[in-house]
């Protein structure tokens, strides 16, 4: 069962064109287990805008399993949930486990345009694009910090001020070790705005918003002013706490405006659970 549109439509219209004796619940119930296919790519998101010429059918089979976990996808973009440990491009030393890797093989012929990059031991919402046109139009956002990016991490301290902004000149060494400094001959400027979440005596539960997105620069900022994220070895951490075994730092929020159909897009990533568990063992 399939219908190929002859107008525009959002994805639960379409699906109600596909089958119109289908109550909205049920259309809902289709889209969300991943039985909906717009030009054999799932969709899950009723309002995703589809074109004129796409065509949604009805699959039986539901969703595969994924390795690196699907928020959102349509024609030109993909919106990915990265696990902690996997990197996001490759590198010199591996070039197969990555994210960028896994979303190559999943879209094969078609090319995967990395847009930006999170650490590998952070985790949380990431964009690729999938086409030429998006690519250049989100870089384009990047570059005019008309992207939103928000991060909570869990730092050693407690934090006593509620809200503030760091902002400093970052350059990175021979040894890719990323440095703050006043001085703007010498680095690039980074500014990030945090909130405290929480406050214990020996962590805080921050909430960081990037204005700017350069290497490194929530960690290189937190431990800078003193408030290094915990497991973060690079940058003052101390190691990684025994509950959470990981670098604390997570991508929870990513928005922006659709650079080819122009509409708002937002993405959320629960905050790990370790993270809160963290906070009141070490209290």
């Known amino acids: 069962m399939e219908y190929t549109l002859s107008e525009p439509l959002n994805a639960l219209d379409a699906l109600a064109k596909l089958s119109p004796n289908s109550s909205k ?7 969300k287990h ?53 990197l996001s491009v490759a590198t010199n030393f591996d070039k197969a486990k990555t994210a960028h890797a896994f979303l190559k093989e999943r879209y094969r012929p078609r090319k995967v345009y990395v847009v930006h990059r999170l650490d590998q031991d952070t985790s949380g919402v990431m964009l690729f694009a999938l086409t030429e046109e998006a690519f250049f139009g989100l870089k384009a956002l990047f570059a005019d910090h008309d992207i939103d990016r928000e991060y909570t991490a869990v730092v050693h301290g407690k934090m006593t001020q509620q809200e503030g902004t760091w902002q400093s000149y970052l350059y990175e060494d021979k040894a890719y070790v990323v440095h703050s400094t006043q001085d703007p001959d010498k680095g690039e400027l980074a500014i990030t705005h945090f909130k405290t979440v929480e406050a214990r ?3 805080s539960l921050l909430n960081l918003k990037l204005e700017t997105g350069k290497k490194n620069q929530i960690r290189v900022h937190c431990e800078d002013h003193g408030f290094p994220i915990v497991g973060d070895k690079k940058y003052g951490g101390e190691g ?24 708002e897009m ?5 905050i790990p659970e370790k993270f809160y568990q963290c906070l009141k063992t070490h209290a």
């Open 201 to 203: 005596t020996h962590f």
């Open 266 to 270: 937002s993405f959320d990533s629960p």
């Open 240 to 263: 990684e706490s025994h509950i959470t075994k990981r670098l604390c730092l997570h991508a929870h929020h990513l928005g922006f405006v659709h650079p080819i159909y122009k509409k």
């Open 25 to 31: 619940t049920t259309l809902r119930e289709w889209l």
């Open 34 to 86: 991943g039985r909906v296919f717009v030009d054999d790519q799932i969709v899950k998101i009723a309002s995703t805008p589809l074109e004129a010429g796409q065509t949604i059918s009805l699959g039986v089979r539901k969703a595969r399993k994924e390795k690196v976990p699907i928020l959102y996808e349509d024609a030109h973009l993909v919106v990915i949930e990265k696990p902690a440990g996997l």
